[in-house]
């Protein structure tokens, strides 16, 4: 039986990368996002790949939303074997503009999503009593906090202390939870932050904060999707069985821990 696996904020972008990826590697998938749009021409465009899939709408900041998610996942599939935590949105913004609503926001997205679709998830393996894998979207900003990134990068630091914890907690349920710390990549996430970072820096043009920010990688080039989704394939695997509460860089040389 295929094993199935739920990617949130899949409608584009990373997630809908790796939802690929998962897909071609035989995984049933289920597509999340908020963007009902994205969603369903992504839906379409897995279905004339042949990729066997369903997509649910929901926002990761509501716990109902994940556990929704999860129940749709079992209804269709039968089962639930990897849980991908993507969706993230970005917060540009100088520290002393850093107000409750960002806060909230980001907050309530890039780590609250994480944890309740860890709780999903989590409670869905214990139920099967199956082995289970959780892989959550980190950062370099998770490693590393960046200026004018210091909401984005908290949030990520929560995210790889969320993982250390959840991992720790959940071993002993036979679940592993783990995180990918992609660099620089060409999405719209990138696009919204190059327009608001140019904005604060008069030096610079449009495209220009991607340019500094991916200039200095190692390997040459910024990050495409399926960079990450090699990661997370290997990730969703058996052959990481041995690996969890760990939050692995994939950056193409930005950042070394
Ligand atoms: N792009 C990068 O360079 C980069 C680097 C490191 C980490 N990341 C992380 O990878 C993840 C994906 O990033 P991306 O570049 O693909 O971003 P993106 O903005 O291109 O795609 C994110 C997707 O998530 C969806 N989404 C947003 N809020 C949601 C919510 N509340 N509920 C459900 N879906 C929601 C969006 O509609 C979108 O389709 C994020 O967590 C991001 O922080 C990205
Ligand atoms: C968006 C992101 O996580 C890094 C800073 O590129």
Not at 40 to 61: H, M, P, Q, R, Y
Request: proline content about 2%; charged content about 25%.
């Amino acid at each position: 039986m295929a094993k199935v696996a739920v990617v949130t904020g899949s409608g584009g972008g990373l997630g809908k990368g790796i939802a690929q990826r998962l897909g071609k590697d035989g995984f049933n998938i289920v597509l999340n996002d908020i963007n009902e749009e994205t969603l369903n021409s992504t839906l379409e465009e897995f279905k004339k790949d042949g990729i066997e899939a369903i997509a649910v709408t929901g926002d990761v900041s509501k716990r109902d939303d994940q556990f929704n998610l999860v129940s749709k996942a079992v209804e269709a599939f039968g089962q639930l074997d990897v849980f991908v935590n993507n969706a993230g949105i970005d917060v540009v913004s100088p520290f002393l503009d850093v107000d409750e609503e960002q806060l909230n926001k980001a907050f309530s997205i890039n780590v609250n999503g994480v944890v309740f679709g860890t709780q999903a998830a989590a409670k869905q393996f214990i139920e099967q009593k199956t082995k289970g894998k959780i892989i959550n979207a980190c950062s370099i900003a998770g490693h590393e906090s960046y200026e004018m990134l210091s909401t984005y990068s908290a949030t990520k630091h929560a995210v790889r202390s969320y993982t250390q914890s959840a991992a720790k907690e959940l071993a002993s349920d036979n679940i592993r939870v783990n995180a990918y710390c992609p660099g620089v990549a060409g999405t719209s996430m990138w696009d919204r932050i190059d327009e608001e970072m140019v904005k604060y820096y008069d030096h610079m043009e449009p495209g220009d904060a991607f340019k500094e920010f991916s200039g200095g990688i190692l390997l040459g080039r910024p990050q495409e999707p399926e960079d990450v989704a090699n990661l997370v394939s290997f990730l969703a695997s058996d052959d990481s069985d041995y690996i969890t509460g760990q939050s692995i860089i994939t950056d193409g040389g930005i950042v070394f821990r």
